[in-house]
């Protein structure tokens, strides 16, 4: 209708323009050539009109079909404009993706929280298309996808930049995970197998270092387990295993790693860093603290004839790859089963021989504490500018009733695996306070104090509290004290290093490096810590004089030592070419046998006594 009406108006124009132009006096001619020029731009635009309105019906009928097609497809389908925003989506993806934005939420691996848009963005820029597999973080769900993208310039829809064409993959993504678990994992019991257990041997093989060299392996065998008929309850072997796993994995801290290694054993994976010098101490006390928790299983408790069995083996003296030493641990299993009672076994014989002792003596430790069986003893140390004593460094003797005055290096590692360092640290302390309160009473105190503090009592939340505490108590400033602290301390993660020396410091303790280049100091960590002082490690002091290398190294660290304006002390001279060649290097302190050994208290004052002669003959 709209059509036959601009036809009509173009038939009345003539008759219109007729009487207008007679009207006006125009010639025939003239008012032809304007009528017939009239006639056909308006039937043009006419024309345009009706073609423009044809256009805008197809397009809407191919909207209503898109949208008739994005009804019914199962795919997920979205037309996304510049801003990634939604124009138009598939109902199946409108369900899920309601009010998200579909690029913000797109990541290559969402555990690593890895997104994707950026780097698709980019290929788009350059080839309009991509195409690859996808997660989408989405409100309700984790979606893996199959997505292929298009960068569109249709003119037509100016707005719409992207098109996202989709294809659900998720359960073909969990059931390929599903299928490489079942390949490193153990179905019955979800610990990893021995294939994933031989694999991250091999990386703890990996991660050992100068600092912890060593890494070790426990395999646990429950002999008979298998074997034994089902119990009264109906229990078969398969839910046996299942429930020894589960014991054993909760039994143990997380920082070992625990695996399936076959049908009736498991293995135990110690890292680096818990394979502690001498690394015989934890591994002992691992394989007693196993067997001990083993014994109060259900399925120990209610089947008398199942024994378990620990084979040992250490990285790298029982084997130089994570195959071998799985062949030394089995063979230790195979020798800890002979005795037909729970046991375990190193694959090294001399470890097995001081397995029993270190019980022992951890016993007798632990006894000692409660009866201070403990004294204290005083190494002087020299000034090699004045040749006179200046300080001493406190060393711990214990006097063990039946073995009678044992030296720390005897029982120290012993008393850091089982946790009664940090008692006996703060007994040294306490102790030195003591002394240090009835020298200055008798004007006998000469210089400060060192004590050694290791890493695990420096590391305790109140150990600045503690001995700040503990000179308010005595009277007594922190300016009489050297802490001695090993370079183990300041690389301890998770440790306010920093504050606690910037505190020590403050209070008026003088801090020392001790073990200075037996580890791995730094040049920007020396400078950073508020040290008044380094001592040389002692392995560097063996065998100087016939090393020129040991010489050369010692000699840097005391000029790097002076550099940074840090007393250098040297201790374990045994003789005076020792004692020669640290004077000629510029080191400040001296301290070995070579002048005194270590004394009790009490010998001190004779100590000083016999110096102040030998001056006043020197003097005179």
């Known amino acids: 209708m709209p059509l036959l009406g601009w036809l009509c108006f173009v038939a009345l124009l003539p008759a219109l323009s007729a009487y207008a132009a007679i009207a006006n006096g125009l010639t025939a001619t003239s008012f032809s050539l304007f009528l017939t020029f009239f006639a056909g731009f308006t039937l043009a635009g006419a024309a345009g009109w009706w073609l423009w309105q044809q256009q805008r019906a197809r397009q809407k009928a191919q909207q209503k079909m898109l949208q008739q097609l994005l009804t019914d497809t199962s795919a997920l389908v979205a037309v996304l404009d510049q801003n990634c ?19 913000d939420c797109m990541y290559f691996d969402p555990t690593l929280k890895q997104k994707a848009w950026q780097d698709i963005r980019r290929v788009l820029e350059q080839h309009r298309s991509w195409q690859g597999e996808v997660w989408w973080q989405l409100k309700d769900d984790l979606l893996a996808v199959s997505l292929t993208i298009t960068q569109s310039n249709n003119s037509a829809w100016p707005a719409a930049r992207f098109l996202l064409v989709a294809q659900d993959i998720t359960e073909r993504k969990r059931a390929d995970q599903q299928q490489l678990n079942n390949l490193l994992r153990d179905p019955l019991t979800n610990l990893p197998n021995r294939i994933m257990l031989e694999e991250q041997l091999a990386t703890n093989i990996s991660c050992c270092t100068q600092l912890y060299p060593t890494t070790a392996l426990l395999l646990v065998k429950f002999n008979q387990l298998l074997s034994t008929e089902q119990s009264a309850s109906g229990q078969s072997s398969a839910k046996r295993i299942a429930e020894a796993a589960r014991d054993l994995r909760q039994a143990l801290a997380p920082q070992y790693a625990v695996g399936r290694f076959n049908s009736d054993s498991f293995a135990v994976l110690v890292p680096p860093h818990l394979c ?42 029982d084997g130089a790859d ?71 460094e406190a060393l711990l003797r214990w006097h063990n009733p039946k073995r009678g005055i044992m030296q720390p290096q005897s029982f120290l590692a012993l008393a850091e695996q089982s946790g009664m360092i940090v008692t006996l640290d703060r007994l040294v302390f306490r102790q030195c306070c003591q002394q240090i309160k009835q020298w200055l009473q008798m004007n006998q105190l000469r210089g400060r104090i060192a004590l050694n503090i290791s890493a695990q009592h420096f590391q305790q939340s109140d150990f600045v509290e503690y001995v700040v505490k503990c000179l308010d108590e005595h009277k007594l400033p922190a300016e009489h004290f050297t802490l001695e602290l ?85 201790s374990g001279i045994d003789n005076e070419m020792q004692a020669y060649l640290l004077h000629v290097m510029g080191c400040d302190k001296l301290q070995g046998n070579l002048f005194s050994k270590a004394l009790p208290a009490s010998e001190i004052p004779a100590l000083l006594a016999k110096e102040n002669k030998l001056i006043k003959k020197t003097a005179s």
Do not use: W
């Open 85 to 103: 925003q939604l124009l138009i989506t598939s109902n199946a993806l409108e369900r899920i993706a309601v009010g998200q934005n579909l690029c």
């Open 276 to 317: 502690a010098m001498p690394v015989d101490l934890p591994l002992n006390q691992l394989a007693h603290q196993i067997l001990l928790q083993i014994s109060q299983f259900n399925i120990i408790s209610s089947h008398s004839q199942i024994y378990v069995s620990i084979g040992i083996s250490r990285y790298p003296e």
């Open 322 to 392: 994570a195959p071998a030493m799985m062949q030394s641990a089995e063979r230790a299993v195979q020798l800890a089963a002979r005795s037909g009672t729970s046991q375990f076994s190193f694959a090294d014989a001399r470890l097995q021989q001081h397995s029993a002792e270190y019980l022992t003596l951890q016993a007798e430790l632990s006894k000692s504490l409660i009866q201070n069986d403990f004294t204290v003893y005083f190494q002087p140390q020299l000034s090699i500018s004045s040749n006179r004593i200046v300080g001493y």
């Open 486 to 570: 090993d370079e183990r301390v300041f690389q301890q993660p998770g440790t306010d290093v920093q504050p606690r020396l910037a505190a020590l410091n403050e209070a008026g303790f003088h801090l020392v490096m001790d073990n200075f280049g037996d580890g791995t100091s730094s040049l920007t960590s020396l400078r950073q810590l508020p040290l008044h002082g380094v001592k040389i490690a002692r392995s560097l002091i063996t065998q100087m004089e016939q090393k020129e290398q040991q010489r050369n190294i010692t000699s840097s660290l005391i000029r790097l030592a002076g550099y940074l304006q840090l007393e250098v002390t040297a």
